[in-house]
């Protein structure tokens, strides 16, 4: 077999746990008969062990936020409540005008405004009925939702590129350390 080969199956050889199949014999022998694999499986092995025992440092000093920014994030707040608390009531009227089978007319005082709390007439094709309404009411919340999880769903993906892109930097950075620390030693 080739060097170039056998180093796809390095993982055979470093990861001997329990649930997998054992390294092959032509693998080993390979390893045994060629020094510049087994020093390669070597610092794999000994980079391995160095991350197993890596542990988080703990942060140098406390996070602080300066009072101007504190004092942001406490107008920012009630703010968006408020913003909320609105959005509900929207909701809630909206949802009153098409239970009671609201009715708005123009008229040449001004606009009318009539509800029918019971079952009235067939109302003409100018009129919504309460079952369009809700309908209509159902697709704005459905639209909403989706949007929502969408938008969700990009902000994980972005979150999740970043954090993968802090790794590989950081694994880079630890491989490089061990490569100093190999050849100083």
Request: aromatic letters at 10%; proline letters at 5%.
């Amino acid at each position: 077999m080739r060097c170039d080969e056998i180093r796809e199956r390095f993982v055979d050889l470093l990861y001997e746990e329990r649930g997998t199949p054992p390294a092959s014999p032509e693998l080993k022998a390979h390893i045994d008969s060629c020094p510049r694999c087994r020093k390669e499986l070597d610092e794999l092995k000994g980079l391995r062990g160095v991350l197993r025992g890596w542990e988080d440092e703990q942060p140098l000093r406390p996070v602080w936020i300066p009072e101007a920014a504190q004092e942001f994030v406490r107008r920012r707040f009630p703010f968006l409540r408020v913003v909320r608390y609105a959005g509900i009531a929207a909701l809630v009227f909206l949802a009153f005008l098409a239970v009671s089978n609201a009715e708005f007319t123009r008229t040449s005082d001004g606009f009318t405004f009539k509800t029918h709390a019971f079952a009235r007439e067939e109302p003409s094709g100018e009129y919504c009925t309460k079952a369009e309404m809700l309908k209509i009411v159902k697709e704005a919340i459905r639209d909403s939702e989706a949007y929502m999880t969408e938008s969700t769903y990009r902000q994980v993906n972005a979150a999740l590129d970043l954090i993968d892109k802090q790794m590989g930097r950081e694994l880079q950075y630890v491989r490089s350390r061990y490569s100093q620390s190999k050849t100083k030693n």
